[in-house]
């Protein structure tokens, strides 16, 4: 396999540095300075690669998400039966380490700036999309093997999805009623839930 060449490398280091600053600091207050030095190159370096912050903070985001679904590849395509890996999916977004934890926390910047950014929420609806048909793909295995009970796919992706978002955001602000614990529990409640009820006998 040919090795990736270093502009590729540099650029994923840059892009890597910045979802680290991001989560450290926030999105406001990150400077193009404190990217360079995360990444150990000049600020002269980074602009190479991006014209301005704006441009940097968005591919960070583009970025942040790509990594998170390559985390979760192997959920997708495993041979494992869809129960299985919905909660796959359920233990791979708990937020109990520091890779989780700072993709949350870019994730939580997206939001917060998407609410005054019209680009972001475009950013945010092709990226939530793909992941929402993602869901739903494995919810739709389920029900073409009889596992899962009938309905919309869509529907159910959406309900889990913001079960795991809700309170992923609720464990990270540490709140005392909603711990790690809890949250694998409800989401795993709900998944369980949609088990296909077996036919009563006449």
Same mark, same amino acid.
């Given at each position: ?54 441009? =940097? ?21 495993? &041979?494992?039966? &869809?129960?299985?890996? =919905? ?106 839930? =949609? ?8």
């Amino acid at each position: 396999m040919p090795r990736p060449s270093v502009e590729a490398e540099r650029k994923d280091q840059i892009l890597r540095a910045t979802c680290q600053v991001i989560a450290e600091q926030g999105y406001v207050n990150l400077r193009v300075s404190d990217v360079a030095k995360k990444a150990g190159v000049s600020g002269g370096t980074v602009h190479y690669y991006f014209d301005s912050k704006r441009d =940097l903070v968005h591919a960070a985001f583009e970025y942040n998400f790509a990594r998170s679904l390559e985390r979760r590849r192997w959920i997708l395509d495993s &041979p494992d039966d &869809p129960f299985s890996r =919905l909660r796959f999916v359920i233990d791979s977004y708990l937020p109990v380490d520091e890779e989780t934890v700072e993709a949350w926390r870019v994730w939580a910047a997206l939001w917060a700036e998407g609410l005054r950014e019209p680009n972001l929420q475009e950013l945010n609806e092709r990226m939530y999309g793909e992941w929402r048909r993602l869901v739903a793909s494995i919810i739709r295995d389920g029900q073409d093997s009889g596992q899962i009970r009938a309905g919309d796919p869509v529907q159910f992706a959406n309900m889990l999805i913001s079960m795991i978002d809700g309170m992923a955001f609720q464990v990270l602000l540490h709140s005392q009623n909603m711990t790690v614990q809890r949250m694998k529990a409800t989401c795993l409640a709900y998944v369980d839930s =949609l088990s296909q009820s077996p036919v009563s006998s006449k």
